[in-house]
């Protein structure tokens, strides 16, 4: 009886040194865990604001050039419509097929990826502060953050994104 009884001891300790390890080892690896988090959001962010750089320029030079097709081609139309005679202008105007002009549609596409490419911004940036906020709660929590320093683990450095454009956000795209 007296080596059940110190049997059944020994099992809860084991068992409780074996959760309490649990718990340190969880807590440990859910911070690093959020670090990654963190990090990702960041990278986030950065593609992103490289896709607004790479998408907007490319775009815009399409649609200035596509601007300036539409514009050389009906010049070209009402300058030979003016070398012709009167009596061709009437059937000229008549059975003259215009180019459809898509110049706007152009400019439509732009302004539809300039909004989805700053909404992608902002929302990362969204994403990018809560994984902070959440980080940040969870290191500085009892007992975690007594866990963690007994661990010798380091609490990264984390800000929260500002919103505002950086440098070599697109400006003055059309140069006026």
Known sequence: ??????????????????????????????????????????????VQEKRRVDLVYNLVDTAEAYAGYESQTLKDIVDARNQSDSAQITFQAIAEQYPELKANEQYKQLMTE????????AEHRNNYNKQVKTYKQYVRKFPNKQILNMMGYEVIDTEYTEYDAPQDAPQNLFGE
């Open 114 to 121: 300039l909004s989805l490419t700053e909404n992608l911004i």
């Open 1 to 46: 009886m007296k080596i059940k009884s110190i049997l059944i001891t020994l099992g809860i300790c084991v068992a409780v040194v074996a959760f309490i390890f649990s718990f340190v080892v969880s807590v440990s690896n859910r911070a690093v865990n959020m670090e990654e988090m963190i990090y990702e959001s960041e990278a986030a962010i950065q």
